[in-house]
């Protein structure tokens, strides 16, 4: 069985009658969010917000959704996450007010189901804002402050509503959002149950689904944002005023769905803080010195074919960067370099020739063993990765040619049982256990290094994009026949 970290065995793993096609990519660093303004008011008393999220980065605050550009007005409303990772919906009636929950949200591999719902109409407070989350409605608040009876909100007013970014005291943008938003809705007029949304699954009855939007009444100023314009990503797929895209292109255009789920890094790796994991979990850098190496790669398959590329945008000098895969049990609780035999195998390291183990005794000293192979890894390259772990064998090419230990040419990860040109067939690395992704970085040289890793999920332009051979994910090149990528689709039909 493979190693799902927490969160990921949900929507994603279960069988679906409504799959989800795309997500958009938020990368905080880029100021990324998308607005508009209604030409009119709406029901400012009831209306639901929902979207399904998967998280870049925690320990900041960071907007979902907000309505109104002065967060000191009267009718202020926003759903965000607090710096401590609790779900909070803030809004403003003569002073500052949230509802916030105990539960933190911080799991960076899950997609989770928010939904907020609001009808200030109610006579009872608590029934004023209702919020679920994976289709259960929340009961534990740190907070729970509740908007007067028949409060207006900014919400469908002819004020500013916005996606990925919230506003600070002062009115300012801040707090840009940073990971995946798919299946983004409101709802102008209804207090939607969560039922409208989304559903348990028949056979496991804990996982929440997401079914067909598509037919709710969005009402005067509602919206949904499917994110299947790769062109347009703030397209009203209900039909209404597009809301308008800052800082974001075709490229945040995503496959990772609540319903497939793609390999990304995580940043609650020990190791994860040496390192500035941005777009989504795709992209991985490490600058100055010092012994450090990421692994917990969000799916660990035990067995299976598996393919993925990692782009070098700066490879770094002096043999420093490391690009591999790693036996994660025997990695996990380690936060110093990782260089020994038993727990690095088969890798590349940058501006040198590929390595077949990163040697050493964990302290940083030691030796790399590398191909024969003629020709450095260097900027622009695309490093390609087969994992053939149900016949002991991976195989690295560089830009679509696969080495083997001695020469640049004439590797075959399509040669099964025969192992033609792996680089390693260490049967005990890879013996059953789940395999992690590496980046590593080791003492010595004070120089950057930076890899955007592509599971099928890239983000950034491909010259021709290919998929694998069940038509999931976008590769620079396309996987050997029988490699798959790294989703939770392709766990499910093979087994890793």
């Known amino acids: 069985m493979p190693l799902i970290l927490p969160g990921n065995v949900a929507s994603a793993t279960a069988s679906t009658t409504y799959d ?11 100021s990324a969010y998308m607005h508009k303004t209604p030409g009119g008011a709406g029901n400012r008393r009831t209306f639901t917000f929902s979207a399904w999220i998967k ?3 925690l320990g900041a605050e960071m907007g979902i959704f907000t309505a109104g550009a002065d967060a000191n007005s009267g009718q202020f409303f926003t759903i965000m996450f607090t710096d401590a990772d609790a779900l909070n919906v803030q809004f403003y009636e003569g002073g500052f007010q949230d509802l916030t929950t105990n539960r933190v949200f911080r799991d960076v591999s899950a997609w989770y189901n928010i939904i907020v719902a609001v009808d200030t109409t109610q006579g009872t407070e608590a029934n004023r804002i209702k919020i679920y989350v994976n289709g259960t409605q929340e009961s534990s608040f740190a907070s729970s402050d509740y908007p007067s009876q028949n409060w207006d909100s900014a919400v469908n007013n002819s004020e500013i509503q916005q996606i990925g970014v919230r506003r600070n005291g002062s009115g300012a943008l801040a707090g840009y959002y940073d990971g995946y938003i798919a299946e983004a809705v409101l709802v102008d007029g209804t207090q939607q149950a969560n039922t409208d949304i989304g559903e348990f699954d028949d056979d496991s009855p804990m996982i929440w689904k997401p079914i067909d939007v598509s037919g709710l009444t969005f009402g005067t100023n509602g919206f949904y944002c499917d994110y299947e314009a790769s062109d347009n990503l703030g397209n009203d797929a209900n039909g209404g005023t597009d809301l308008t895209e800052v800082n974001l292109a ?3 255009q995503c496959v990772d769905s609540p319903t497939n789920n793609f390999c990304t890094f995580t940043t609650t790796h020990p190791s994860a803080t040496s390192f500035t994991i941005t777009e989504g979990g795709t992209r991985v850098s ?25 782009l070098i945008n700066e490879a770094g000098n002096g043999d420093r960067t490391r690009v591999g895969v790693v036996n994660y049990q025997t990695v996990k609780d380690y936060t110093g370099v990782i260089n020994t035999p038993s727990q690095v195998l088969a890798g590349c390291t940058t501006s040198c020739k590929a390595a077949k183990h990163f040697e050493g005794d964990g302290s940083g000293s030691g030796s790399v063993t590398e191909y024969t192979a003629s020709g450095d890894f260097a900027d622009d390259d695309v490093v390609n990765f087969a994992m053939d772990l149900d016949n002991k064998a991976i195989y690295i090419g560089r830009n679509n040619t696969w080495h083997t230990q001695t020469a640049s040419s004439g590797g075959d990860p399509t040669s099964g049982a025969s192992k033609t040109g792996a680089i390693t067939t260490d049967t005990t690395i890879m013996n059953g256990e789940p395999m992690s992704i590496m980046f590593g970085h080791s003492a010595g040289v004070s120089d950057g290094s930076d890899i955007s890793f592509n599971f099928g999920n890239p983000a950034y332009a491909l010259t021709s994009a290919a998929n694998d051979e069940n038509g999931y994910g976008n590769f620079e090149y396309a996987p ?17």
């Open 20 to 30: 989800v096609a795309n997500s958009c990519r938020f990368d905080d660093g880029d």
């Open 250 to 252: 075709a490229t945040d």
């Open 286 to 310: 490490k600058s100055g010195s010092g012994n450090v190496a990421l692994t917990g790669s969000s799916l660990m398959p035990t067995a299976g074919k598996w393919y993925f590329e990692a």
């Open 55 to 57: 998280r870049g980065t």
């Open 480 to 496: 050997p026949s029988g490699f798959l990528a790294l989703c939770t689709k392709n766990l499910g039909s093979d087994g890793g």
